[in-house]
């Protein structure tokens, strides 16, 4: 294109290719489309980008598998694409260190699968695994269902291979399990959006499979009474692996999906699933838990019907997504607010008329109301967007925050300084001119 | 004192003050005394602290229980110790969202202690947790004997209360489990040896107490089996709470000093926990790996007799030190080089003539060799600092680090450099200046 000034090899500008990379599955659509798209093969092609973007002052916009859900990889005129989706090798594997060293663009299920070979497990499992990169889950600090026992994606990250902002290479952390040799560069780059630099490689943490699972689904009057079942579960000093609440919005969603009657059990269900040994008697202990609350409850130690409870959690979004277009919030709040809080967005849905289902990862307080307007509407601006600023509001009113684990991105930029205030901005905008002094990388994005 | 302008409220001048916050327990010993120190009774103190030095171009050292092993916290002329251990209270413990709320002076043991009353504990557990603070622990990202499985105390703090250098508060971090808004900013504070940021408050994770326990201890006719039986232990996917190894110098010492026969037994043993539902079933298969490599082993289930064989651990440095003045390394390798480690280590020993005996984290692969030399000898210079070298370099040779958790401090200062590269340790000062533009926090140390 004739704004792409010098030789950058590789580079598509066609509007297909183009098109394909302005946005992500956030609802968010730009106006207009970025000037091209370099599709990255290796750690030299990366280089390359870089240096010739900071020779001619272009941003770029770092990409893996497109489906980060603030608009964190949107894209639009003046702007160039990194799509890293393309490095997507596992590069060593070694079951005797339960360390993996991988390329950015692996997609997240094929590490899990990878390492179940070795009787070994990739702990961060975001709804998006089989879609998402490893790249993408360190650029948000990616969650999922297993956190509160095993914790986020940047638990599992020992070590980074970075390019700079102007081609320089360098790597963070180690191969070891422990070190704290200098500041923690590693654990300020997960999470930072692609505006610091560019991962293109990453030593990660495996952990051994589980000996045995076993599951629990209960059904609840309403969603409150599930919420405080989840947070009785938690006091009771019982860590399940996986704790997932689910409204009845939602669960008419699935059973409209799938023809299932999960409703007509209650207005809200749990999923709680106990791993490693000893997990039948934890999901026993949790069971004696929620029969104060629930009106029913199903337990089972077989692997065959533990997904078939679960499905209701994982068919929610795809359900919801099936009745119009969404957007995904990701609020936490301290884990004995999940009540309040689910409460609280009731009753948003409820003054403002907008649709809001609610899928919580009740074990770390962390919620995803979703608010689903009709197909085509708009969910970033009008009434959809007034109520899903009630629910930052709600957040951070409740002592929490407005991302647990899907980052800042575009979308949520303008809540950032009332959750961090000045001073801490300041520092972090200190820290982004350390990295990329040009703001080259991913500029209005995250910070 | 008149190097020290102005009115800093509360400043101690005498000679007995400034001596006992000269240094910590790593044997440094600096040349000349801080100028003075202040014992910070709360915030505003420390607020005031910090603009005095600001206006004054004064070095500030932050100190909590001088508990340090890397120099860290010692200080000279020219500087002012800034004393954190009388902000020793709790300000708040809440059980249903496993979260403390501290002062930084609060000893490590003490909120465990009060966490144990809610059935919780607080998980990071450095050796000297009865001595050393909280806001210690944050400065040199603490590890200690449950890491393997806990994690360290980075994994524990949640969000911080920060004081910068030039007076002003910022908080980072969150009340809840997750929180990805903004770059991590607790995450880079926690093991940066207070050159960026004093530490007022921190809110920690806690989490419930396992419901059993169970141990073994066994024994080896070398170092080399025993390192390779716990990595036969990773390697059969097992994850004890607690994996330690003891050389055959310890054994001896902690027979002197107990009048135990250990070394009778083995040239090195391991202690072993496991916790949770399922311990006794867990440190039986433990037993059936390390009974290929042990010559024996015991197995209990029973507390009282669980901590006599933990003795042989906990018992190992004050042991070594009843014979002499020892620097305690702190190196880290992928836990398949453990054997190659300890059997380099030995190597050293015996060519050097300097005694170094071997406790290490076998489940992380940190090991603290110890040089041991005469009651009043030289551990920072001289031949056994040349051993400590050669320690290091072994540690990068087998891709490991110089810290896994005790910090840079001082003394590993000019290694530091190998360890991270250039371009590294530039982003490094550049961060540094963003938060201390005028680098008066803790000069000359971390990085």
Not at 177 to 186: E, I, M, Q, R, W
Not at 261 to 290: F, H, K, N, P, T
Not at 325 to 338: K, N
């Amino acid at each position: 294109m004739s704004t792409l000034p010098g030789l950058l090899p590789g580079l598509l500008t066609d509007h297909d290719s183009r098109d394909a990379v302005a946005t992500d599955r956030s609802g968010h659509r730009p106006v207009t489309l970025p000037d091209g798209v370099v599709r990255a093969r290796d750690v030299q092609d990366v280089v390359e980008t870089l240096r010739w973007a900071s020779a001619h002052r272009t941003p770029v916009v770092t990409r893996g598998g497109g489906s980060g859900l603030a608009a964190g990889a949107s894209a639009s005129a003046g702007e160039v694409v990194l799509d890293l989706s393309g490095m997507d090798r596992i590069l060593d594997l070694r079951p005797q260190d339960q360390v993996a060293v991988v390329e950015p663009g692996v997609i997240t299920s094929h590490l899990d699968a990878a390492a179940a070979e070795h009787g070994l497990f990739y702990a961060p499992d975001p709804a998006s695994a089989a879609i998402s990169t490893i790249g993408g889950n360190i650029a948000t600090n990616a969650g999922g269902l297993r956190c509160a026992k095993y914790g986020v994606t940047r638990e599992a990250v020992l070590g980074l291979d970075l390019v700079l902002a102007d081609g320089r290479r360098v790597s963070t952390g180690r191969q070891t399990v422990k070190g704290v040799a200098g500041y923690d560069l590693t654990g300020l780059v997960v999470g930072s959006e692609g505006t610091l630099a560019v991962v293109v490689g990453a030593t990660l943490r495996l952990r051994p499979k589980p000996l045995e699972t076993a599951t629990l689904a209960a059904h609840f009057d309403d969603v409150v009474a599930a919420a405080s079942a989840a947070a009785a579960i938690t006091a009771a000093r019982l860590q399940p692996a996986v704790l997932e609440l689910v409204d009845a919005v939602t669960l008419e969603a699935v059973d409209a999906a799938r023809g299932s009657a999960l409703r007509s059990l209650g207005a809200a269900a749990l999923v709680v699933q106990c791993d490693g040994r000893g997990a039948r008697a934890d999901i026993d202990a949790v069971a004696e838990v929620v029969a104060s609350f629930a009106t029913s409850w199903r337990a089972t130690s077989d692997p065959v019907e533990a997904e078939e409870l679960l499905a209701a959690r994982r068919a929610g979004l795809p359900a919801l997504e099936a009745t119009g277009d969404v957007f995904i919030e990701d609020v936490a709040v301290p884990r004995s607010r999940l009540a309040a809080a689910v409460s609280g967005i009731q009753a948003i849905s409820a003054r403002t008329g907008v649709r809001i289902a609610t899928i919580a990862h009740a074990g770390d307080g962390n919620l995803h109301p979703i608010v689903v307007v009709e197909r085509g509407g708009t969910v970033t601006e009008g009434p959809a967007w007034e109520a899903a600023c009630a629910v930052f509001d709600l957040a951070l009113e409740l002592g929490g925050t407005l991302t647990g684990e899907h980052g800042v991105g575009l979308l949520k930029r303008t809540w950032l300084a009332r959750e961090l205030g000045e001073d801490s901005l300041g520092l972090q905008r200190g820290i982004k001119a350390v990295f990329d002094p040009l703001g080259i990388l991913n500029p209005g994005k995250g910070i």
